[in-house]
């Protein structure tokens, strides 16, 4: 048999394309969510050798930011069934509060309203926190300085998280909706959002209004 140019090659020879696993796409994730604190925290500790006025601030920052390491750490462990109980449950304000600095978001880009009955929440799983700065991240990165309004609030045994912007496009509610992950890192970080939203026994829905698209995500208060 003489194979041409133009000879379709035999199926053994495809080359096929490796699916991903559960595994593989916990493992993706979490390098897609280490990026941005390992630069912040790079780009800080580059500052601390020299003599500077806001070297307290600088190291405050950079402090947060190995935090944030730490808590998605958790989260990788959390994932595979085991998550360490050192610093958890955290007051819901807390994770909020470590949720908007980690994500790089400008204090004058961000609306912050917290419902009285929000304030005594507790939490007690690092992947909270991973949501809340997946989604307020990918709200920088991608929101063109746009505002962004986060609507945090509560009910009986459960705590709601919403946030809001105008100009987003219809494809990240795909990806929030995917069953699978992505075969590459488009929309990674958003894909695990809801993975570990439906691993802790809550949901995420999307809506939107004259406000733009609102993203919200039902968690148990535990």
Same mark, same amino acid.
């Given at each position: 048999?003489?194979?041409?140019?133009?000879?379709?090659?035999?199926?053994?020879?495809?080359?096929?394309?490796?699916?991903?696993?559960?595994?593989?796409?916990?493992?993706?994730?979490?390098?897609?969510?280490?990026?941005?604190?390992?630069?912040?925290?790079?780009?800080?500790?580059?500052?601390?050798?020299?003599?500077?006025?806001? !070297?307290? !601030?600088?190291?405050?920052? !950079?402090?947060?930011?190995?935090?944030?390491?730490?808590?998605?750490?958790?989260? !990788?462990?959390?994932?595979?069934?085991?998550?360490?109980?050192?610093?958890?449950?955290?007051?819901?304000?807390?994770?909020?509060?470590?949720?908007?600095?980690?994500?790089?978001?400008?204090?004058?880009?961000?609306?912050?309203?917290?419902?009285?009955?929000?304030?005594?929440?507790?939490?007690?799983?690092?992947?909270?926190?991973?949501?809340?700065?997946?989604?307020?991240?990918?709200?920088?990165?991608?929101?063109?300085?746009?505002?962004?309004?986060?609507?945090?609030?509560?009910?009986?045994?459960?705590?709601?998280?919403?946030?809001?912007?105008?100009?987003?496009?219809?494809?990240?509610?795909?990806?929030?909706?995917?069953?699978?992950?992505?075969?590459?890192?488009?929309?990674?970080?958003?894909?695990?959002?809801?993975?570990?939203?439906?691993?802790?026994?809550?949901?995420?829905?999307?809506?939107?209004?004259?406000?733009?698209?609102?993203?919200?995500?039902?968690?148990?208060?535990?």
């Amino acid at each position: 048999m003489t194979i041409g140019l133009d000879t379709p090659a035999p199926r053994w020879f495809r080359r096929r394309r490796p699916s991903v696993t559960d595994e593989q796409a916990v493992l993706r994730a979490l390098c897609h969510d280490l990026g941005t604190p390992l630069a912040s925290l790079q780009a800080l500790l580059g500052h601390l050798d020299v003599e500077r006025e806001d !070297a307290d !601030a600088l190291a405050g920052l !950079a402090l947060e930011q190995a935090d944030s390491l730490v808590s998605m750490l958790r989260t !990788a462990v959390a994932t595979g069934g085991a998550l360490p109980s050192g610093g958890w449950p955290r007051p819901l304000v807390d994770v909020v509060r470590a949720s908007l600095q980690a994500s790089g978001l400008p204090p004058r880009q961000v609306r912050l309203s917290v419902a009285p009955a929000a304030g005594d929440v507790r939490v007690g799983d690092a992947r909270v926190q991973r949501i809340l700065t997946n989604l307020l991240e990918n709200a920088h990165r991608h929101g063109a300085g746009r505002p962004v309004t986060l609507a945090v609030g509560a009910r009986p045994r459960w705590a709601r998280l919403v946030v809001t912007q105008a100009g987003v496009p219809e494809r990240v509610v795909a990806h929030l909706h995917a069953d699978q992950p992505p075969a590459d890192l488009t929309g990674l970080g958003l894909w695990s959002v809801q993975r570990q939203a439906h691993e802790l026994g809550g949901r995420v829905t999307c809506h939107r209004d004259d406000a733009g698209l609102s993203v919200v995500v039902d968690l148990p208060d535990r």
